[in-house]
């Protein structure tokens, strides 16, 4: 640990592999962290998990909350994104099995995020799964966050108001409204701009619209199952510190490679502001 530690003051990220997240996770200091992202695995037995049964798997994960729990800033925020576990042709989804663990702990659900994609698995007896949930939750009532940022474009940006004491000023924030709590973004597949050999990727921007809205520049965020580090380019992509740690040698050495490109200026990402559909380009220009 005293080696990421000084890889953090040098490089503003502390990557590393582990045996384990916990392990990575018990020297760290109570509430250091302004925000906790990630997306563990969704015990389907992926390459990089052993598929448990759905009991053990919830036991497993409340550990690792539990010390996410620890970590927290008292005005920080917790994003826990997950899919289905699937058992026979049955989905339980994940969001909903785990939910309890987090109530356990006191923690306030502020948005249960839907993230939308359009592609994905495609299923012949049930409809194909096109979303992931993210449980956004917070230690206390006194928690960061920023609207601002994160704004997107009104429908009607040039809309007024038609009678009454405001008559003719714009009826709509000129900065953009409230993105909701339905996102869309491309899930990243073989011809995503970011992908790297992990088989379940997520987009940097997704992470982004948490990082900018959930914290100050120089805050922590840290990933307990960073993967390729994807959330560790976002943050310091806005000047944050980054914490991430994994039990895949590959993935971790991916997600250092992918710090020191984006240092260099070379790292390829999809920019958080794009629209996936412009109707303006041919047959809407999906991107």
Not at 194 to 215: A, D, G, N
């Amino acid at each position: 640990m005293l080696s990421a530690v000084r890889k953090l003051q040098v490089d503003r990220a502390a990557v590393m592999k582990c045996q384990d997240n916990l392990s990575f996770m018990r020297p760290l200091s109570d509430g250091s962290m302004q925000l906790i992202v990630t997306s563990p695995p969704y015990n389907i037995g992926k390459s990089y998990e052993a598929r448990s049964p759905l009991a053990e798997y919830v036991k497993a994960q409340a550990q690792v909350i539990s010390e996410c729990v620890r970590l927290l800033s008292p005005s920080g925020s917790l994003c826990w994104q997950v899919g289905n576990h699937v058992q026979n042709g049955e989905i339980f989804p994940l969001d909903m099995v785990l939910y309890p663990v987090f109530q356990e702990h006191g923690l306030r659900l502020r948005n249960r995020i839907i993230w939308h994609f359009e592609h994905g698995l495609h299923c012949s007896k049930r409809l194909s799964g096109r979303y992931e949930t993210i449980l956004w939750l917070t230690k206390s009532d006194n928690y960061v966050f920023h609207l601002d940022p994160i704004r997107v474009p009104s429908k009607y940006p040039g809309k007024k108001y038609f009678k009454g004491p405001k008559a003719g000023q714009l009826s709509c924030n000129p900065l953009g409204k409230n993105p909701g709590d339905v996102w869309i973004f491309p899930n990243v597949k073989s011809n995503h701009v970011e992908k790297t050999s992990h088989p379940c990727q997520f987009p940097i921007e997704l992470v982004e619209r948490l990082v900018v809205s959930l914290t100050e520049p120089g805050d922590a965020v840290f990933d307990p199952y960073m993967g390729v580090g994807t959330s560790v380019v976002a943050a310091l992509k806005h000047d944050r510190l980054g914490y991430g740690c994994d039990v895949v040698q590959e993935y971790v050495d991916v997600a250092w490679d992918r710090v020191h490109q984006l240092r260099a200026g070379t790292l390829q990402s999809r920019p958080m502001d794009r629209p996936v559909y412009d109707p303006a380009l041919p047959y809407g220009g999906h991107r």
